[in-house]
């Protein structure tokens, strides 16, 4: 069993900035893409942004040059580093891991509790 726990949301204005982190736990024999995804009561949940064990990046439209993904995979933790926040990056955000338990066993996603984010206006 993997464990995700994020900390590090928040309120803050618009304009100003917040860093992510979530630390994954547990059993872990190997950890392989890391993400950020976020959810409001009117959306589905979405991509924000993920990154390969070799650091290879991915974001969604709407952040690219604002947020910046990164990993340290000695701690197992993914961070996302955003700035200029917006009033629509409100939202609660999820960090996702794809994790193997052992050599033989698949890859298996597993989801943070989520930590809310507010941008006042």
């Known amino acids: 069993q993997v464990q995700l726990v994020e900390s590090g949301g928040g309120l803050v204005q618009a304009g100003g900035s917040l860093r992510l982190s979530c630390a994954a736990s547990?059993?872990?024999?190997?950890?392989?893409?890391m993400g950020w995804y976020r959810q409001t009561p009117e959306k589905q949940r979405e991509l924000v942004a993920t990154?390969?064990?070799?650091?290879?990046?991915n974001y969604a439209d709407s952040v690219k040059g604002r947020f910046t993904i990164s990993r340290d995979n000695a701690k197992n933790t993914v961070y996302l580093q955003m700035n200029s926040l917006k009033p629509e990056d409100t939202a609660v955000y999820y960090c996702?891991?794809?994790?193997?338990?052992?050599?033989?066993?698949?890859?298996?996603?597993?989801w943070g509790q989520g930590t809310q984010v507010t941008v006042s206006s």
């Open positions: 996702n891991a794809e994790a193997k338990l052992n050599i033989l066993t698949p890859w298996v996603d597993s």
């Open positions: 547990g059993r872990i024999f190997s950890i392989n893409g």
């Open positions: 990154i390969t064990r070799g650091s290879s990046t």
